[in-house]
């Protein structure tokens, strides 16, 4: 198992430029979900899907859409790129099962917007 | 006030000692808590889970203080392997099962 992949791993885009973060898992994981982590502020929820076809906002939405027609892959898309979205963005899934709710993380994206 | 603090450290700590620190949520409805580790630039990995009346796992040891509403980890024999930023997570299951991640706490052992 791939776990979890993300791609690209860096990215530099300009002001007002779009495009796509992908992240795509093998483990049949219903819940996907994206994050963002800016220094000091811990992870925030961008959005969120618990199975295909169902999206919903996190608390961090703006400049940011997701579709989930696949189980397998929850792309993230940034419509205009602004300075302020520079930050690390990590994939992650989970399949939540009694107790236990360990979400898996991909080795994250490292964005810079000019 | 965030819904979940975590003092951001440093906490510099002598390799061998022992080294413990919290984490503060603010939603009594939280039902479930768990401990991530982050190394340098990387993913963020599952470290362990928190139950009520506390686990261990090694050398690391997970308490949850309902009352007060923090949960601690505490490290002993520290190595220099364990130089990591710590995150707590906080699951509200009647909040939809809303993650909520602290800021991380950042423990660096020395030699």
């Known amino acids: 198992n791939a776990g979890v992949t993300q791609t690209p791993k860096f990215q530099v885009l300009k002001t007002g430029q779009s495009m796509t973060l992908q992240c795509a898992q093998d483990?049949?994981?219903?819940?996907m979900s994206w994050y963002r982590q800016d220094p000091g502020m811990g992870l925030r929820l961008i959005h969120y899907?618990?199975?295909?076809?169902?999206?919903d906002q996190g608390e961090v939405p703006n400049g940011y859409n997701v579709s989930r027609s696949t189980t397998e892959d929850f792309p993230l898309r940034l419509l205009s790129a602004a300075p302020s979205q520079t930050s690390v963005y990590f994939c992650?899934?989970?399949?939540?099962?009694?107790?236990?709710?360990?979400?898996?993380f991909g080795p994250g994206t490292r964005l810079t917007v000019t | 006030r965030k819904e979940v603090e975590q003092d951001p450290g440093p906490f510099n700590v002598p390799e061998g000692a022992t080294v413990a620190f919290n984490c503060t949520y603010s939603?009594?409805?939280?039902?479930?808590f768990f401990w991530y580790r982050q190394d340098c630039r990387k993913e963020p990995k599952l470290l362990m889970s928190?139950?009520?009346s506390g686990n261990e796992d090694g050398r690391f040891t997970a308490q949850l203080n309902r009352a007060s509403q923090y949960i601690s980890l505490l490290i002993r024999d520290s190595k220099l392997s364990d130089s990591a930023t710590y995150l707590c997570?906080?699951?509200?299951?009647?909040?939809?099962?809303?993650?909520?991640f602290g800021g991380g706490t950042r423990v660096l052992v020395k030699p």
């Open positions: 992650a899934s989970s399949a939540p099962a009694g107790s236990t709710y360990e979400q898996y």
């Open positions: 483990m049949n994981h219903e819940y």
């Open positions: 899907s618990v199975g295909a076809g169902i999206t």
């Open positions: 939603n009594s409805a939280s039902q479930s």
């Open positions: 928190v139950y009520s």
């Open positions: 997570v906080v699951i509200s299951w009647a909040a939809g099962n809303k993650l909520t």
